[in-house]
């Protein structure tokens, strides 16, 4: 029961993380209907800033949690960013095109990011300084949870209700709403479509940045193609809530996550991989649209 | 001919000339460049996951091959270094081995250190007939290749046996756990060997679990062997992902010792493990602060070169390099004209056949030297071409290593 | 009879070549030729599903996989014997085992071809984006799977593969290939292809079987996958499962998007120029995939319909090149 206990704290910890990165896909596929395979690459280069803005900081001296919060923000402001520039840049130019073009373009932005972060940051891995002491904490006899797990769970559920918050309750949330809904009827109601666009894909990429230094700060191992298998990963579980829905992507995140571990914890570790496409599979021969996700009918 | 045909045929002409011209001047370009040095090749992981592996050995190749040749080289012949990065990856190193072979024209080879890159580099070299040496590839599978593949190291067999023998009765363990690499031949190998003299001896292995190299969480496997509760964790992984262990294991609450291989050696492990790392154990090749002259001397120029202390696989590399130009120098002196064809480039076919049955004789010069002076001890090779030579037991304490003991094969 | 002679010609001029290049040319290019081949192979049978059939699958290198390891482990264990046997008889070695080869890539093509009718079927209800994901993920389970199995070296890797492929071999197989999809296209079946790529719920409606099509082109496909996965284990003589990644899928995908989905010419340049130009960038090596990857990108926005989009090379169009060659508004002239 223990053993079951602390895979579950493990789980929910990988879970967290999946469903940062699979708002930001499901935010994006919602407004867009693309893919975006770039979001694996946005995340891994949130965590190479993060290491970068880290190292910079702890050089002045010992960090502080401050100290670690502004690293956050430094991170999720430069992936903003970034993630406008590969919209505006890649995607723009494509928004009347198939959607096969952009899933295409999508691809090439993925490997542009991934090969450039090798040459730029080195191909080797590199190691996140410490700085957030790690501290154990006992939940229950023998179930010990990091304080870096629960700095991850935090973040992020913070980090969820305010974008639940933005979408609700916000005038720009509501135009998000609209766009995602119907694209052409919202920009005859006079919503700039390009702007929310723009705003969609800024607050994924920094969602997805958060992620990354969350992981950097936890496993503090760090290489370019860090990205690669959590971005699948993140999309299958937001498929798997339903994609477009972004309780869905909370929800898929979080099985994803704990199915994982499990799978590696009871099972083998070789299938780690392999489950989250064996999952995949799975949603969409039983339900394609998604645990939460509503069906829409295919007009001829 | 028409007008429009002949203007149709200068257009043509045009692109088919130069096609022309490039091909010819790609296969001039291509062929090989007569010099008169001897050339050897060396492949290793230079960047990637494991690279200070490659980066270590070709510092170590890299001062005994300047030594020698500021000492004259052999017969007055300098010795080239060519040296390819496969990236940590098999089949980049299958690649790159054949390259060293065919386009480089290289006499020997020197590489690899992780065991399945020289598993995926060593056909080609046997097949060509090209003696290669590993200077620290551990897994006995690697020299049964072929009768042209060497090392200068220790074997698994012996490795996981010894690690067995020193958990069991030195440290006094009864339970034991493994966590292996399952991606990596070296790991699976070792975990073998030591699991089966483990429990021989009459201890128990309680949990038995793996990971892939490249990953970055263990957790899952970790809370599943601390439910066994083992004394000792036996982790014959490579240092990046044993660092990560190591912290994760006391994040966990495991607070049972680590035991490793060689896989551990590197600069970086006590920085990615933290203080998670002190009271693991590791075996070794060699230890930099055995105070045998001829390693102090090595440590110091290494030092004063490279900056850092060398660690095992540039030790490693320095006698793998020192003990095949010692077999170059033998050959040299017992048979100059047969000598002659190892120097240079191929030219033609004839010259080929000759240096093939030249390497022949090296090879068998090379698998009969007994007592060959390494710095990471006495090298005699056997009837495997496998060195017999003993381990060196570390301890890390408060980010130092220490040493523990030595084992004699 | 026409054809029965040009068949067999084309047969005499390759084994020619195969026995007189090596000499003629650098070794190490005549190395880039085989892979060269290998990859049209690849190319020409994806772009049957991606390009005709308008089914986006970038999971091509598990079928490439599953053919490659099945090949080689015939070889490997059953080769010997098989080799053994015939000499009792009273054969020649080599050319039972040369045959041995041969039946074995067709038997890799085969194991590859049914699991390209496992992924094919649960993934036709899927569309373009999703169908995308699945033959991904396919891809990855497929690799993992083999990863998993000892027998053919698992973590490893198989090594010692015997070596059968050549430059005969190899362009015999690019042969039929471009053959069999240039046939399969231009026939009725093609046009079938072709609809269901253009507007599936039409063909529906007017009686194709969209699912059989679909089905067959990935079958297919597959196959001929799987008999360059064989050619390719036994050029490398080592087969490690990382080869076959979806990076490797993402390639031939790039080499398919090049060329032009829907042009087997295109695809055949297309291979041929992405197998030189990294040989060509080695010194560059690290920015390689930077330069495929800007192409990629740049290709999509400018001309996303590749080098050919869908038309063809043929003789009528060399044949007529020089007079088009010319400047605007010059006549042909007439021949004298």
Redesign the interface.
């Known amino acids: 029961m223990q053993e079951f206990l602390q895979q579950l704290v493990n789980g929910i910890t990988w879970g967290s993380i999946y469903a940062l990165i699979a708002l930001g896909y499901t935010m994006v596929y919602g407004i867009l209907r693309l893919i975006n395979f770039a979001h694996g690459d946005v995340y891994m280069v949130g965590a190479f800033t993060a290491y970068f803005a880290a190292r910079l900081i702890s050089a002045h001296g010992s960090v502080s949690p401050l100290g670690a919060l502004l690293v956050l923000l430094i991170a999720m402001g430069t992936c903003a960013l970034l993630g406008v520039t590969i919209e505006r840049g890649a995607y723009k130019p494509l928004r009347k095109s198939p959607r096969l073009t952009a899933l295409i373009t999508a691809i090439g932005v993925s490997l542009l990011l991934e090969n450039l972060g090798i040459i730029v940051f080195g191909p080797d891995p590199k190691f996140f300084p410490q700085i957030i002491t790690p501290r154990r904490i006992e939940i229950t006899r023998g179930v010990l949870v990091g304080s870096h797990q629960i700095v991850i769970l935090a973040v992020s559920i913070v980090l969820m209700l305010l974008l639940q918050l933005i979408v609700l309750k916000t005038k720009i949330g509501k135009a998000m709403r609209a766009v995602s809904f119907n694209r052409q009827a919202a920009s005859l109601m006079g919503i700039s479509t390009d702007n929310v666009i723009t705003f969609t894909f800024a607050v994924g990429s920094a969602l997805a940045a958060a992620a990354g230094v969350l992981v950097g700060l936890s496993n503090p191992k760090i290489d370019p193609l860090m990205g690669i298998m959590p971005g699948i990963k993140a999309f299958v579980a937001a498929v798997l809530g339903g994609i477009g829905n972004i309780p869905g992507a909370m929800l898929g995140g979080l099985i994803m996550g704990i199915a994982e571990v499990m799978v590696v914890g009871y099972v083998s570790s070789t299938f780690r991989d392999a489950i989250a496409f064996a999952l995949l599979i799975v949603i969409l021969l039983v339900k394609p649209t998604g645990l939460l996700g509503t069906g829409v009918a295919e007009k001829v | 001919m028409?007008?429009?045909?002949r203007?149709?045929?200068k257009?043509?002409a045009l692109p088919v000339c130069l096609f022309g011209a490039v091909l010819m001047a790609?296969?001039l370009f291509?062929?090989a460049k007569k010099t008169e040095e001897i050339r050897i090749g060396e492949f290793g992981s230079l960047?990637?996951?494991t690279?200070t592996f490659g980066i270590s050995t070709k510092n170590g190749i890299d001062l005994a091959v300047d030594e020698i040749n500021s000492a004259g080289g052999i017969e007055g012949k300098p010795l080239k270094v060519t040296v390819e990065d496969d990236?940590g990856?098999?089949?980049e190193a299958?690649t790159a081995v054949k390259?060293l072979i065919?386009?480089d024209r290289v006499i020997a080879v020197l590489g690899e250190v992780a065991s399945?890159r020289s598993?995926?580099g060593?056909?080609?070299c046997q097949?060509a007939g090209i003696p290669m040496i590993t200077p620290s590839s551990t897994n006995p599978k690697v020299t049964q290749?072929g009768d042209f593949i060497f090392r200068v190291c220790f074997t698994d067999d012996f490795q996981g046996k010894v690690a067995a023998v020193f958990a069991y009765d030195s440290l006094g363990v009864k339970k034991a756990a493994i966590l292996r690499d399952?991606?990596?031949?070296y790991s699976?190998g070792l975990a073998h060997f030591f699991d089966s003299t483990f429990v021989s001896r009459g201890g128990k292995i309680v949990a038995d679990?793996?990971?892939?190299e490249g990953?970055?969480?263990f957790?899952?496997?970790l809370?599943?062997i601390?439910?066994k509760s083992p004394d000792l964790i036996f982790v014959p992984g490579y240092y990046?992902e044993v660092g990560?262990v190591a912290?994760q294991a006391r994040?966990?609450?495991i607070g049972a010792p680590l035991l490793g291989g060689d896989g551990w050696v590197s600069d970086?492990l006590i920085?990615?493990g933290?203080t998670a790392l002190n009271g693991c154990y590791f075996t070794n090749h060699y230890w930099d602060g055995d105070p045998d002259p001829a390693v102090q001397s090595f440590v110091s120029t290494y030092k004063k070169r490279f900056g850092g202390n060398p660690d095992a696989l540039a030790a490693l590399g320095y006698d793998a390099a020192k003990f095949l130009t010692a077999g170059l120098k033998k050959l040299a002196s017992e048979d100059p004209e047969a000598f002659k064809t190892l120097v240079g480039g191929v030219p033609n076919a004839a010259t080929g056949k000759l240096r093939k049955e030249t390497l022949i004789k090296l090879r068998g010069i090379l698998a009969t030297t007994k007592d060959f002076p390494g710095i990471t001890g006495n090298i005699s090779i056997d009837e495997n071409r496998n060195a017999v030579k003993p381990a060196i037991f570390l301890k890390i304490e408060n980010g130092q290593y220490t040493f523990v003991g030595k084992v004699l094969p | 009879m026409k054809n029965l002679l040009l068949v067999v010609t084309a047969i005499v001029v390759l084994l020619l070549l195969n026995f007189l290049l090596p000499s003629l040319i650098n070794p190490y290019f005549f190395q880039v030729l085989i892979l060269c081949g290998i990859n049209i192979i690849l190319a020409v049978s994806l772009n049957l599903v991606n390009g005709f059939t308008g089914q986006f699958s970038i999971g091509h290198a598990g079928f490439m996989a599953i053919g490659g390891y099945t090949c080689a482990a015939l070889t490997y264990y059953l080769g010997p014997h098989v080799a053994d046997k015939a000499v009792s008889i009273g054969l020649s070695r080599s050319v039972v085992g040369v045959s041995f080869f041969v039946v074995s890539l067709i038997v890799g093509g085969l194991a590859s071809a049914a699991a390209g009718f496992l992924v094919g079927l649960p993934s036709l209800r899927l569309r373009g984006d999703y169908l995308a994901i699945v033959t991904l993920g396919f891809g990855e389970i497929i690799r993992v799977m083999i990863l998993n199995v000892d027998a053919v070296g698992g973590a490893r890797g198989f090594t010692d593969i015997p070596r059968f492929t050549n430059f005969f071999w190899v362009s015999f197989f690019a042969f039929l290939t471009i053959l069999v999809v240039r046939n399969l296209v231009t026939s009725t079946h093609g046009r079938a292809f072709l609809s269901v790529r253009e507007d599936e719920i039409a063909a529906e409606a007017l009686g194709i079987n969209t699912t059989n099509y679909k089905v067959l082109a990935f079958v297919i496909g597959a196959f001929f996958a799987g008999v360059a996965g064989g050619l390719f284990a036994h050029y490398l003589m080592y087969l490690h499962t990382n080869s076959f990644t979806f990076m490797k899928s993402f390639e031939v995908v790039i080499m398919v998007v090049l060329g032009g989905m829907g042009s087997i010419t295109g695809s055949v340049i297309a291979a041929g120029f992405l197998t030189i130009l990294p040989e060509a960038l080695r010194p560059v090596k690290e920015f390689r995939m930077v330069i495929y990857a800007s192409l990629l990108i740049f290709l999509m926005i400018a001309r996303p319909q590749g080098l050919l989009g869908m038309r063809e090379l043929s003789l009528h169009t060399f044949r007529s090149l020089p007079f088009r060659m010319g400047k605007k508004g010059r006549q042909p002239q007439k021949q004298s």
Not at chain 2, 2 to 5: F, K, L
Not at chain 2, 209 to 212: D, G, T
Request: hydrophobic letters at 30%; proline letters at 3%.
């Open positions: 028409s007008v429009a045909r203007e149709a045929l257009r043509i790609c296969s291509s062929c960047t990637g996951t690279a990236q990856k098999p089949e299958n390259k065919e386009q399945s598993l995926a060593a056909p080609n097949n290749a399952i991606k990596n031949d699976v679990e793996s990971y892939s990953d970055v969480d957790k899952a496997q809370t599943a601390k439910a990046t990560l912290r994040e966990l609450g970086r920085e990615i933290g």
